[in-house]
């Protein structure tokens, strides 16, 4: 019965036709399929890798599919879902061939039918059904196969080929009440409003498809119920970031404006800086540089405290300028002065 249930809880994981994602792609629930439809016959589960807390989970490269080979035949008697034997035709005879029912389910329903013992090769389940109408019965007769694990790299990956079996034929399992008079076969009935049970009318891909989806969902719940899980060691799945840039003409702006900015700030400090008359930073030098300052103070500047020279000296105004040599006016110098300001350094011939 457990096979069954896994099978209708994959009607939660429903998708359409699309492509299998990439390995270590993120799995986003509810936004991202499970399944997924490859063809008109084929579905395929990818297992996922989640890290050890739980938080993530991202697509692996291990996938196992689910196809299915249908035939549909019109019901030419009995096919009202009132009877038990059926008869079909094949290749457009007018002559029925027999079928035998489990149990006449009545009308306006799709009876699915196997026989568990019976394998049409590994992990493939031959299932019939009549999709009972009173005007436009069919009978369908499907080879579902369930395939090994594609990239699985021990057995704890792999999915045991019983399990394959009954997935495959897990539609028509009922897991009790088998109907020992006919041979073993067990069958669930799915009224025609129902997903399962809706009328094909007589496609055998449509109606294929619909049962190998039940078959993968089945493997699908089965692998999401698992637990407990199975702890590999190697690198675990976490949520990186990616940048995407979309205005290339935009970035491309600033960065120009970046480097003109930069290159403008460069240009301005060379200029200012080379203004700039820098000496050697020994004592001597700073003793030079205040000599002007100290001779205005007269010999008994020699013996006055530093309180003393600041007071004398509180009312002048002193910048570092170039001044004219007192004895040859043609040498200019650097020092203090209370010299008024030049707009800019003279051609300087010597620098004192």
């Known amino acids: 019965m457990l096979i069954i249930s896994f099978g209708m809880m994959a009607l939660n994981l429903w998708s359409t036709t699309q492509p299998i994602p990439e ?6 629930s509810g936004l991202t ?3 997924f439809g490859i063809d008109k016959k ?5 297992f996922m890798d989640t890290s050890s807390d739980g938080s993530t989970s991202a697509y692996s490269d291990r996938t196992i599919k689910s196809t299915s080979s249908c035939e549909s035949y ?16 094949k290749n457009g005879k007018s002559e ?5 029912l489990p149990i006449a389910a009545g009308p306006d329903q799709t009876t699915f039918f ?9 992990g493939c389940s031959i299932v019939e059904a009549l999709e009972a109408s009173a005007n436009e019965p069919w009978y369908y007769k499907c080879n579902i196969t369930v395939g090994p694990v594609i990239n699985a790299q021990n057995a704890n990956q792999e999915v045991s080929l019983p399990l394959r079996h009954m997935s495959s034929a897990a539609i028509a399992l009922q897991g009790y009440a088998a109907n020992p008079k006919l041979n073993d076969t067990q069958y669930r009935i799915y009224v025609s409003e129902s997903t399962y049970g809706y009328p094909r009318n007589g496609s055998a891909d449509d109606f ?10 089945a493997i699908a719940a089965a692998a999401n119920s698992n637990n407990p899980s199975i702890y590999a060691i190697g690198d675990r799945p976490v949520i990186g970031t990616q940048l995407k840039i979309t205005q290339h003409v935009l970035l491309l702006g600033l960065l120009i404006g970046l480097v003109s900015v930069q290159a403008a700030c460069f240009v301005t400090t060379a200029f200012v800086a080379n203004r700039v008359v820098v000496k050697d930073e020994s004592v001597f030098s700073t003793a030079s540089i205040l000599r002007p300052v100290m001779n205005s103070l007269g010999d008994h500047g020699n013996i006055a405290e530093g309180k003393q020279i600041c007071e004398v000296l509180s009312h002048l105004r002193l910048r ?13 110098k650097v020092g203090l002065s209370n010299a008024e300001m030049l707009k800019r350094f003279p051609d300087l011939k010597v620098y004192d």
Not at 320 to 332: C, I, M, P
């Open 23 to 28: 390995p270590a792609t993120i799995y986003k």
């Open 33 to 35: 399929a499970d399944l």
């Open 42 to 46: 084929s579905w395929a589960f990818v």
């Open 74 to 89: 019109p019901v030419i008697d009995g096919g009202n879902g009132n009877f038990t034997n059926l008869a079909i035709s």
């Open 96 to 100: 029925g061939s027999k079928v035998r």
């Open 114 to 122: 196997t026989v568990p013992f019976t394998t049409c090769g590994e």
């Open 208 to 217: 294929g498809y619909q049962i190998s989806y039940f078959a993968i969902g």
């Open 320 to 332: 570092y300028t170039a001044v004219r040599d007192e004895k040859d006016r043609s040498l200019w």
